[in-house]
T-cell receptor, first 121, second 114 residues
């Protein structure tokens, strides 16, 4: 089945550090990937949609200069949390849909990575 | 914008009891998906409903999509301790772009006491 790999799993760093999170689709192509943030016991909040070869689409209230997204290939999207502060501590999860030779993309399930737990001291 | 409300927020049951979580959208959905997230894990896709009034079953799990395609439910018969986790519905609004943006409900945290 479709597998999404997310790295790293855990990050603990000092305030002011920039943190890069990678999301890879291992056995399928994904022109679109999604980045979510989840606080403890809360739902997944979509932060942005990552588009291969073009600019990401950010949700309302998400600072694009704070959360830099790059989607340089059909299998890799990265999220960089710039100058992270304690309030940025959260669980960040990416997802992707298997788009290989498929129609009706909107009906395809999203496959999630294992997530990255970010703790800013 | 689209809102997806899910209730209840928490549900505690004894093993063997049934469990139901409900999802309600402020707008008509083109499809709705259900995910399960175990404690400390990531969401795992369970099922997708597309058609109005659709009912699908997976062993002890029954999923329904309302006639108006604005609400959905997940029912678990005779819960087991392995059912523990958070169940999320996620709806995609009808029409618009086709890049598959989903809006997640708040989730229902299910605990099962043996």
């Amino acid at each position: 089945g479709a597998v999404v790999s997310q790295h790293p799993s855990w990050v603990i760093c000092k305030s002011g550090t920039s943190v890069k999170i990678e999301c890879r689709s291992l056995d399928f192509q994904a022109t679109t990937m999604f980045w979510y943030r989840q606080f403890p016991k809360q739902s997944l909040m979509l932060m942005a949609t990552s588009n291969e070869g073009s600019k990401a689409t950010y949700e309302q209230g998400v600072e694009k200069d704070k959360f830099l997204i790059n989607h340089a290939s059909l299998t890799l999207s990265t999220l960089t949390v710039t100058s992270a502060h304690p309030e940025d501590s959260s669980f960040y999860i990416c997802s992707a849909r298997d788009e290989t030779g498929r129609r009706g993309l909107s009906n395809q399930p999203q496959h999630f990575g294992d997530g990255t737990r970010l703790s800013i001291l | 914008g689209q809102q997806v409300m899910q209730i209840p927020q928490y549900q505690h049951v004894q093993e063997g009891e049934d469990f139901t979580t409900y999802c309600n959208s402020s707008t008509t959905l083109s499809n709705i998906q259900w995910y399960k997230q175990r404690p400390g894990g990531h969401p795992v896709f369970l099922i997708q409903l597309v058609k109005s009034g659709e009912v699908k079953k997976q062993k002890r799990l029954t999923f329904q999509f309302g006639e108006a395609k604005k609400n959905s439910s997940l029912h678990i018969t005779a819960t087991q301790t392995t059912d523990v986790g958070t169940y999320f519905c996620a709806g995609r609004q009808g029409g618009g772009t086709s890049y598959g943006k989903l809006t997640f409900g708040q989730g229902t945290i299910l605990t099962v006491h043996p």
